[in-house]
């Protein structure tokens, strides 16, 4: 029998807001895989979570750079948050958003992209290391473009223009004001931000994730007792509050908590005179799916006294 540790069940508890017994026996049933624990305790009814935030364990700046039609973002990590308030830290995330406008993505070809100082990239991130005395990584990148049309975007717990904690892009393809549809596109990106969409619309939702959805649905709904016909139904119908909760298109807009995003871009295409269609976004947070070993300070600090 797997042994299941007071620390799995704290922070199985944490994320579900499950009971400690219940949380325990789900790690027991599941042999210690989180994810299945999670679905047992929702199949169970004990737990509300639809879906689980990375741990955020590293440190460093989301990057942003916007060019009319293009936008990008990076996440350049370290090792503690003092690196994030460096200037010349700060520089390179900059550097390196900029040069991602060009990168279409591609975290290979980011890094070799030869900056305006001379070399490549990759090469002074090293040097930056050496001079940092910290562990660096350029750790992904996202890359828009929308023809005709543009890319807005916006960053979260700013720590300087351009450069934060959380970075979202939105591609707004549409022939009408490029200025407008930028203020539209920032209030769109300020919603993901917040909201935190996982696709577009239905279509674009994860083939496993709605599976997984769809399991846990039937297994609520079988749980009243209900014939197969019936929970059938009953599934579809709650399949449409989850892509309520999922699909950009469906959301209610942050901004005035009342009307569906689908229903900004109708009102937005009548104000311009032509369509305006979302074609892609992209949301960062910082650290997000990277787990960091949790420490004991006082304990450290008692080791280097010793």
């Not at 990106?189 to 994860?206: E, F, N, R, T, W």
């Not at 104000?271 to 305006?276: A, I, R, S, T």
């Amino acid at each position: 029998m797997t042994q299941i540790t007071a620390g799995q069940v704290k922070e199985l508890r944490e994320m579900t807001g499950a009971g400690m017994m219940d949380c325990k026996k789900a790690l027991t049933e599941t042999a210690g895989d989180f994810e299945e624990a999670v679905d047992w305790l929702r199949k169970k009814g004990l737990a509300a979570a639809a879906k689980k935030a990375g741990r955020t364990a590293a440190e460093g700046l989301i990057g942003l750079a916007l060019d009319g039609p293009r936008g990008a973002l990076v996440e350049v990590n370290s090792e503690t948050d003092f690196v994030a308030r460096n200037e010349q830290f700060q520089a390179f995330v900059r550097s390196a958003a900029e040069l991602a406008l060009s990168a279409g993505g591609d975290l290979d070809k980011l890094a070799a992209t030869q900056t305006p100082a001379g070399g490549a990239l990759g090469e002074e991130l090293t040097r930056l290391i050496g001079t940092i005395g910290e562990n660096l990584i350029l750790r992904r990148t996202a890359a828009l473009t929308a023809d005709p049309g543009v890319v807005a975007g916006y960053v979260h717990n700013q720590t300087a223009p351009g450069l934060g904690k959380i970075g979202v892009l939105v591609a707004l393809q549409s022939s009408g004001d490029a200025a407008a549809l930028a203020d539209l596109g920032k209030k769109l990106a300020m919603h993901v931000a917040a909201a935190v969409p996982l696709a577009i619309d239905k279509d674009g939702v994860d083939a496993s994730l709605l599976e997984r959805e769809r399991e846990i649905l039937a297994e609520q709904a079988r749980a009243s007792g209900k014939p197969e016909e019936i929970v059938a139904k009953m599934v579809e119908g709650r399949l449409h509050k989850y892509y309520e909760e999922v699909c950009l298109l469906e959301q209610t807009y942050v901004i005035d908590g009342e009307t569906k995003i689908a229903k900004v871009l109708e009102q937005a295409a009548k104000d311009l005179g032509g369509e305006v269609k979302v074609t892609g976004m992209a949301r960062f947070l910082l650290g997000e799916g990277i787990d960091r070993a949790e420490s004991d300070f006082a304990a450290e600090v008692a080791a280097q006294l010793s």
